[in-house]
């Protein structure tokens, strides 16, 4: 072997060599006789002292033992977390052995923080013609002098491994394989979380009902307020009869008000707000907070507040529907209270969170705080929508309001998503204004031909449904009557919204009769407007978009017109020197 050695190169070697591990393999006793530390294969048969075969040795395939903990309970119990590694950033239960199951990780390779990357820009000196400037100063590491008390590089604190789902999101935005969540069961808040919550004796339970103040009633937790609401007065029965009676605080929590506009009054909101989740069954709310965690607003007074309701031993749950912000919100929470760091996921895609959180730190004392799934409502629209689309339906940016100013038998179109018809009205102009995410289109138009819209232009100029196959997709195509009343003609009176998309507000002086076209199943609800002001610069007939896109296409095609422009210009030096 070594005179092969001498004369063949590595890559001719390698052939030469498996074939003489390959024997070795047969000659020996065992396959793994001559290494002491690592067990024999679960394969091998120890009271046969014969070899096995080639190919029971080699392609047997391995089978992982551990059976897969598919649910959501999370890290809830400390003696689950000991037991079973969890996903700090979305609560799942990790595994190593398959990738098309949920919790999937890849345990990460140790490095020397002081050694890593050390000097990896420079280059050998061998390859440099002279000693250059550092080198002649004395700028020189030693490989040896290196230990573990030299300050050299600035140790780091380790970030957590998270689940393969996690780290796609953080990094590129996206669920890289969607289907893997299918196999998780569906987060039954009745068993995990509300019967702690029912609990007459234990410790003193804070619900933090997050809602979504540019989609209030898509977000709000109608379950959970009724759940809750019916805990408490039974609760609160025994407790004035001498009985055990743990009653829970209820704290209603408003986030991304930053996405409304800063000319709403805080007083007119929080009084919205009172009546709106009264009448959605919260009869019994503690306190109500608007808050933004992207722009610190509010954080302070709520944090505050949870500390005094919660006590030393307390348990807060973060409870509201899917995407509606309490990853980010108790994100915030951690970083306002004294800097403390979490490492619970974000990302505008629903259902981020798959199992309970328990955060650690973030409140003082023995208080927990818990993150837990968002809960579905299947008749938002984004639970229809792909990706893609939820992204143009997804509002990032604060509102602007777009008006237009019409009469019976006009008919406006938000995407390819929602309609407004003007049937009757008792006044001759009626004001209508759409409050959704900038990046969707809206068309304005008669009535009589509307009708045409859904063949014409659903999935092509009204978008989402991105394509034309996506429409029937969606599902039926269905009407809802509506009869409103309005006293003002500067102000918006009443609002018609949709869960997920957003609303239209509806001024008038007067009575009208008007009809909401969308998909079958879909919640829209009237109410009490919102936003009350209008915009004065009204919107014209036919397709619009909002200023953010059109500037955006202008900035795309300008590369497009220099390119065209010096094209023509080289053109006209071609003829001329012909």
């Not at 196999?183 to 995990?192: A, I, N, V, Y």
């Not at 009176?493 to 008038?508: C, K, M, R, Y």
Request: aromatic share 6%; hydrophobic share 35%.
């Amino acid at each position: 072997m070594l005179l092969l050695a001498r004369n063949h190169s590595l890559p001719k070697l390698k052939p030469l060599l498996s074939l003489s591990l390959i024997s070795h393999s047969f000659t020996t006793q065992t396959p793994y006789s001559h290494f002491t530390s690592i067990p024999k294969p679960h394969f091998q048969n120890p009271t046969n002292s014969q070899p096995l075969p080639f190919s029971t040795i080699f392609f047997k395939p391995f089978s992982s033992s551990k059976s897969l903990q598919l649910n959501r309970e999370g890290n809830y119990d400390e003696a689950t977390t000991q037991a079973h590694l969890v996903c700090p950033g979305c609560g799942v239960h990790m595994q190593d052995s398959d990738p098309k199951n949920p919790g999937f990780f890849l345990k990460p390779s140790t490095k020397d923080p002081r050694t890593y990357r050390l000097g990896a820009h420079l280059e050998h000196v061998a390859h440099e013609p002279e000693f250059n400037d550092s080198l002649k100063r004395g700028l020189i590491i030693d490989p040896e002098k290196l230990s573990s008390e030299s300050n050299l590089v600035e140790l780091k604190p380790e970030k957590p491994v998270v689940c393969a789902r996690c780290h796609s999101l953080r990094h590129y935005g996206k669920v890289k394989d969607p289907t893997v969540e299918n196999l998780l069961p569906d987060f039954d808040f009745d068993h995990t979380v509300g019967r702690k919550l029912a609990l007459a004796s234990g410790t003193r339970s804070v619900v933090l009902m997050v809602v979504d103040a540019a989609d209030f009633d898509g977000s709000f937790p109608k379950k959970v307020a009724k759940l809750v609401s019916d805990t408490i007065e039974e609760h609160s029965a025994a407790w004035k009869q001498g009985k055990s009676g743990n009653v829970p605080r209820v704290v209603l929590v408003v986030t991304k008000i930053d996405l409304l506009p800063s000319s709403l009054s805080p007083t007119r909101l929080e009084h919205w707000v009172r009546t709106r989740a009264r009448e959605g069954g919260a009869n019994k709310l503690t306190s109500v907070h608007l808050v933004s965690a992207v722009r610190d607003w509010g954080l302070k007074n709520l944090v505050d507040d949870v500390v005094s309701l919660a006590g030393p031993r307390g348990n807060v749950w973060a409870i509201g529907a899917q995407n509606a912000g309490k990853s980010t919100l108790i994100n915030a929470i951690g970083k306002h209270v004294e800097g403390k760091i979490t490492h619970l996921t974000e990302a505008p895609v629903p259902g981020t969170t798959l199992g309970i959180v328990r955060v650690e730190g973030v409140l003082p004392g023995h208080t927990k705080l818990f993150d837990t799934p968002g809960l579905l409502n299947p008749h938002q629209i984004t639970t229809r929508l792909t990706r893609e689309e939820q992204s143009l339906v997804n509002i990032s940016k604060e509102l602007k309001p777009r008006t237009y100013r019409i009469k019976d038998g006009y008919s406006v179109h938000i995407a390819g998503l929602m309609r407004l018809d003007i049937e009757e009205s008792s006044v001759d102009t009626v004001y209508v204004t759409a409050w959704a995410s900038p990046y969707l289109p809206l068309h304005m138009g008669k009535t009589e031909n509307a009708c045409t819209m859904v063949d014409e232009h659903f999935g092509r100029q009204l978008q989402p449904p991105i394509g034309e196959t996506r429409v029937k997709e969606l599902g039926k195509w269905v009407r809802k009557e509506f009869h409103i009343s309005g006293n003002s003609w500067d102000s918006s009176s009443v609002d018609i919204a949709a869960a997920g998309l957003g609303w239209f507000a509806v001024g008038l002086k007067g009575e009208a009769v008007l009809s909401v076209w969308t998909y079958d199943g879909i919640d829209v609800v009237l109410r009490n407007a919102l936003l009350p002001n209008r915009s004065y610069i009204f919107e014209v007939a036919g397709f619009t978009v909002s200023k953010i896109v059109s500037k955006a296409d202008q900035a795309s095609n300008k590369p497009d017109h220099r390119s065209e422009k010096k094209r023509k210009q080289s053109d006209r030096k071609e003829s001329v020197a012909c």
